[in-house]
């Protein structure tokens, strides 16, 4: 019998419908691939943190880029772009964001429809928990990943509990299952 996933920051509990574990990879490949307008969310943390020997900014860049899809900067987490020669397609604070996509009206960053498939990356864990419960609970037709290190339960789908090798090569399987950006 397969064990419940345990969120890292165990005093919160986040209710009975958890994220599914992503037990490969490939998963998400998958479901940037059929979505129709995926949207990458990137924090602060991301130009700090090192995934697999690398800064998780620089595996995140490629991963929008492979994937074609728009990314949202948070916080002070649009320098680290500029740093990089990458032009985030918007840049809100990380409520402002989770706040439009459980907002049925909103058109998303292109104007084009809501988006179906958001993905998390670079924030504090606790401000991850806290957006992703908010979506959870309010938003419709909106699926959410965690591509953080650590068991996200409020997501759809998240990481569970890694250590920094094993999640920087999950981000480069995620990166290469996309394919090279054109």
Request: charged share 25%.
């Amino acid at each position: 019998m397969m064990s419940q996933p345990e969120p890292w920051q165990k005093a919160e509990i986040p209710g009975p419908t958890k994220a599914l574990a992503i037990s490969k990879p490939e998963i998400v490949v998958g479901m940037i691939k059929n979505a129709k307008r995926p949207l990458l969310i990137v924090g602060p943390v991301s130009a700090e943190r090192e995934a697999g020997g690398e800064k998780e900014i620089d595996r995140l860049i490629r991963i929008a880029k492979n994937g074609r899809m728009p990314v949202v900067a948070t916080s002070g987490t649009l320098i680290d772009f500029l740093k990089r020669n990458y032009e985030p397609f918007s840049w809100m604070p990380a409520v402002d964001i989770a706040n439009r996509l459980r907002d049925a009206d909103w058109k998303g960053v292109k104007g084009e429809g809501q988006h179906d498939l958001a993905i998390f990356a670079g924030m504090q864990y606790y401000v991850e928990w806290l957006l992703l419960s908010g979506l959870k609970h309010f938003s419709r037709g909106l699926r959410t990943v965690s591509l953080g290190r650590y068991y996200q339960p409020h997501a759809n789908w998240s990481f569970l509990n890694l250590d920094e090798n094993a999640w920087g090569q999950s981000l480069k399987v995620i990166e290469n299952g996309l394919g090279r950006a054109q």
